[in-house]
């Protein structure tokens, strides 16, 4: 079944204010998931709502928070999320950094006490359909991540997007440090598919191909994902650990921001977010241009080559006028959800 993007808006909203959470956070936040279904990225738009309903029945989500500022310098800020939903404070906390770069060439604000804030390459985006190079990182709630020499999940997923303005649509390179992230993992348990093996691993070093049964595992830390690059280092693994302990360096210990395994009634989920105006930095330089140079030299003749973030344009494109795809499992997730809520399934 495919759903009209207003129709999945609104019954964002319908439920995060039947929680709790006020308007303009509830728009943001639907704006943020929905733009996220539309690019393809299935595993972080409206697939999300059964985990903060979970978060939300335990009371790790503070619905109506605030997001306020800690500290502020001309080039560097730290906000605080009041341990509500990511996406308000991060919106908040780009659009701070793109303000900053406007004047210094450079503008950097961290996060602390969030929760789980979408895909990070809405974010990075954000800066680059600004006329920025922008960069977003974040920490995960959740240890689910083994470092190189263990099975052990000691990590997050640990996700980095950088983004880059061009003529068109902007060039979004947005990963997580592991070899998938874990609520990929989700999206083919709703759909029935089986998990290539290497992405998950038991806790006595044997693969795991059923996505339920990796999934539930994953959820009580008796499984864990790979670092990018897979297990072991001659496929290169411990690159992804490190990217993902670069990525953990950012998001928290420049923010006060959490870990995984730091336990507490709230999550503190830290996220990063960096912004470079060109235009302040490089006068005269003319970046756009020359990205778009840098794209055409990796057109090969004859090949079908796609840069970081085409493939997502052609997805929105597409779901915009067709409508974004769910599973039938996920269309009985989120009715439950919305019966849990009282509120009404406005899907269409």
Known sequence: MRFTAASVHRQIVAVLEAWGMPAEPARITADVMVDTDLAGIDSHGVSMLM?????????????AAQPTVVTDAPGFSVMDGGHGLGHPVAVAAMDQAIAKARVCGVGAVSVRNSQHFGAAGHYARRAALAGLVGIATSTTRHPAVSPTGSVAAALGTNPFAFAAPRAGNP?????ATSVVAMNKVKV???????????????????????????????????ASLSPLGGVGTESGGHKGFGLSMMVQILSAALSGGGSPWSGGDHDNVGHFFLAIDPAVACPGVPTT??????????RIPGDTVLVAGEVEDRCRAERSRDGIP?????????TEVCVRAGVELVLA
């Open 51 to 63: 985990m903060y309903d979970s978060l939300h029945a335990q009371g790790r989500l503070r619905l």
């Open 289 to 298: 241009d020359l990205v778009e140079e840098f794209i055409a030299a990796v």
């Open 188 to 222: 083919y348990s709703f759909e029935g598919k089986p998990l290539p093996d290497g992405w998950v691993t038991d806790a006595g070093g044997a693969p795991v191909t059923d996505a339920a049964r990796a999934y539930a595992l994953l959820e009580e830390s008796k």
């Open 171 to 175: 060039f979004v390179l947005d990963m």
């Open 326 to 334: 769910m599973p039938d499992p996920l269309v009985e997730k989120i």
